[in-house]
Structure formats: C-alpha cells, structure tokens
C-alpha cells in the first residue's frame, strides 16, 4: 500500500514553544489533508491545503505544501497542553477517490 | 448536531462468526469510507463509496465487505473474522475528497 510519512514520529516540547511536523507522500495529489487524534479517539480535520496552493493559516496552524518535494509541514504556534495529540496528514490521489493517510507524529506538550 | 455514528463501539469476537459494524451520517455526503488503524501503520482505507450503490476497495479490502444501499449509511461487513481483523475501525463520510471529512468515534475490534 502506499503509505505518506510523518516525521518525526514522536515530538516533545514545552508549553509555549513552537511544533513542526512534516509529512512526505509518493503520488500526485488534488490536496493535502491534517488531521488531530487524541488518543484513540476519531480524527478531527484541521486543514486542507490544495495543489496549487503553497501556504496556509488557521489559527495557530500554519501548512505548507511543496508538490515538487512531495512534502508538508505543519507548524503549530505558541502550543498548549491541549495540543497533546497525535497528527495525520492525508492526500487524495489525482485521479482516483482514495485517501492514504500518513503514520503520524504523536506530539506531546509539557505544562 | 452534524455527526458520524459507528456502532458498536466495542466488540470482541470469536473467529469465523460473522459481524456487523454499523456506520451512519446525518450531513448528505457523498462521500463514505472506512479505515483500520493499527499502531505504527497510521490509518489504512478498507473500502470507499463514492454514492449509493457505487463502492471501491481501499488499499486492504481482503476480509472485508461493504455495501451502499442508503445515502447515509455504510456498513462494514466480516464475514469470517480472522485474528489479524482485530484492529480500531473508523468510518469517515465527506462530500468528495477534496473537502473535510468527518469521522465516528472508533470501533474497537477483538477478533479471539
């Protein structure tokens, strides 16, 4: 199957301090997806960012997107304790209906 | 209150008896689908479903079965689980793939 990547896998910082993650995938894509999970519960959607688009801003989420590098990163800003989750990134394929997700960065904020 | 209802949320299971995992959605999307989560594999699609009537396999469909008789539900269907079936399920719907997808709250699966 064909599998995006998050990198790091694990992420562990003080409260107040910035978080990036980053997030590779393989194919051609319409748009890119991030998700929020805590601790085993159902994903929430954070942001979609399209092909042609290079940058976007929600909130304390910023996301780029390089189609040329196949990557994205997200960066959550000033973070909170109850930033503590884990994070997806999702792509769906050009041509096809298909979602792959990502393995995830479990990041942990520290009071 | 616009949502994803999965049902069970938990179920263990002996191996080879058939079962059923309800999903349902109250938002008019098109767009349905379901996944397994295993720890270090992140989220895998079994099967989607486009509209009524019209599904497709995901990336590990074998042991599993869909159908789309209704705009709002999406069962999944084992029909001899099998240990390795033992996993946490997430049915997700969405109006297509390039808009937000909202997900259930999890079935978790023991297959014994």
């Known amino acids: 199957s064909q599998q995006g990547e998050e990198d790091p896998q694990a992420l562990s910082i003080q409260e107040g301090e910035n978080a990036t993650m980053n997030c590779s995938y393989k194919?051609?894509?319409?748009?890119l997806q991030w998700y929020r999970q805590n601790s085993g519960r159902g994903l929430v959607h954070l942001i979609l960012i399209r092909s042609n688009e290079r940058e976007k801003h929600s909130g304390r989420l910023r996301v780029t997107l390089d189609t040329s590098k196949k990557s994205s990163s997200l960066l959550i800003t000033a973070s909170r304790a109850a930033d503590t989750a884990s994070y997806f990134c999702a792509t769906a394929t050009s041509g096809t209906y298909k979602y792959i997700f990502g393995t995830g960065t479990r990041l942990k904020v520290l009071a | 209150e616009a949502q994803v209802t999965q049902n069970p949320r938990y179920l263990i299971t002996v191996t080879g008896k058939k079962l059923t995992v309800t999903c349902s959605q109250n938002?008019?999307?098109?767009?349905m689908s379901w996944y397994r989560q295993d720890p270090g594999l992140g989220l895998r699609q079994i099967y989607y479903?486009?509209?009524?009537?019209?599904?497709d396999k995901g990336d590990v469909p074998e042991g599993y079965k869909v159908s789309r008789k209704e705009k709002r539900n999406f069962p999944l269907i084992l029909e001899s689980p099998s240990p390795n079936q033992t996993s946490l399920y997430f049915c997700?719907?969405?109006f297509g793939t390039g808009t937000e997808a909202f997900f259930g709250q999890g079935t978790r699966l023991t297959v014994v």
């Open positions: 479903s486009m509209n009524v009537e019209v599904t």
């Open positions: 938002m008019n999307h098109e767009y």
């Open positions: 997700a719907s969405s």
């Open positions: 194919t051609s894509i319409n748009n």
